[in-house]
């Protein structure tokens, strides 16, 4: 917490007694009081996705896990990754109790901090949960935090997101499907092949495989008002995976002001999750096989 934070606002009742909440959602890392069980979940995920990414995620990503120590053992200090993040990117990150309202959220991203729930899942979680939990947050998106380009990129969606939120909903629900389907579920061309960037695979074994081994989704090259206009699933494997070059690329291409493009995107249907179009360039075109009929958000 840096010097500008409002001071604690209010107790939060937990079953540790009262922890300080601030305005902004951030608590202290309980470190002490997480259990052996804790540690445990924590070193099962790492270890299975430490074996699974190498040839997998991009290199900028397993250099950051490395750089982080997150295989030293156990769940990490916040405060010892602040260390390397501080004198990195300039980056912090903050323990919250899980998901913040969307401006709480961007307003951390603006001021290069990173929200990371304090708690982690359960060994019968080990799979799936619904919302991101600290493996989540601190294994999927914390090491590309180390690369440049990419923390600038992070801070730009969180101001982007400020203008956004005082836009409307249409407006946010469009930057919202950027950070979907870049930040989350983002793949990357690079000179070994195609390679995973996207927190919500590399944090997953099963989409860390699904995303590069399965016919099953399309495969498309990322565009910014094609992103922006293709709704998404929650809840199951992505059907599309649209594919960067580089993260330069990606911040290019999000540099221009997006009010004229919210402005166009509000007078056109969005695409569906699994839509492959003409001017599309298509990597793989999937065969759908195994997509669930829920409906796209
Ligand atoms: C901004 C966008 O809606 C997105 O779902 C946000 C909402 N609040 C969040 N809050 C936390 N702690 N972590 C997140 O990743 C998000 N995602
Ligand atoms: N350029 C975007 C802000 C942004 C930057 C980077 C990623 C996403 C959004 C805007 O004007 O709203
Ligand atoms: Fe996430």
């Not at 929200?115 to 979680?125: F, G, L, T, Y």
Request: proline share 6%.
């Amino acid at each position: 917490m840096n010097s500008t934070t409002p001071r604690r606002v209010e107790h939060h009742q937990t079953d540790r007694g009262y922890v300080p909440v601030y305005a902004t959602g951030v608590v202290e890392q309980p470190w002490a009081d997480y259990s052996r069980t804790d540690h445990e979940v924590w070193d099962t995920l790492y270890k299975r996705q430490r074996e699974l990414l190498p040839g997998r995620a991009c290199q900028e990503f397993l250099a950051g896990v490395e750089r982080f120590g997150l295989g030293d053992g156990g769940i990490p200090k916040f405060a010892d990754l602040n260390k390397v993040l501080g004198t990195t990117t300039g980056w912090e990150l903050v323990a919250v109790e899980g998901l913040l309202p969307d401006e709480v959220f961007f307003d951390h991203l603006a001021h290069r901090r990173f929200p990371v729930s304090w708690w982690i899942r359960k060994p019968e979680q080990l799979d799936y949960l619904s919302e991101p939990d600290l493996f989540h947050d601190l294994f999927g998106h914390v090491p590309l935090l180390l690369n440049p380009v990419f923390a600038d990129y992070m801070q730009a969606y969180g101001r982007g997101g400020m203008k956004a939120f005082a836009i409307g909903p249409e407006a946010l629900m469009n930057l919202t499907r950027l950070y979907w389907y870049t930040v989350e579920f983002g793949l990357i061309n690079t000179k070994e092949g195609m390679r995973i960037y996207g927190a919500g695979i590399v944090s997953s074994k099963g989409e860390s495989i699904y995303s590069l081994d399965s016919p099953s989704p399309n495969r498309i090259g990322f565009g910014l008002e094609r992103v922006m206009s293709t709704r998404y699933r929650i809840d199951t494997y992505q059907q599309t995976y649209f594919v960067i070059d580089s993260f330069e690329q990606l911040f290019e291409a999000t540099r221009p002001d997006f009010t004229p493009i919210y402005a166009a995107l509000g007078e056109q249907p969005a695409h569906a999750a699994g839509d492959v179009l003409d001017s599309d360039r298509v990597f793989t075109r999937g065969n759908r096989e195994g997509w669930a009929t829920n409906a796209d958000t």
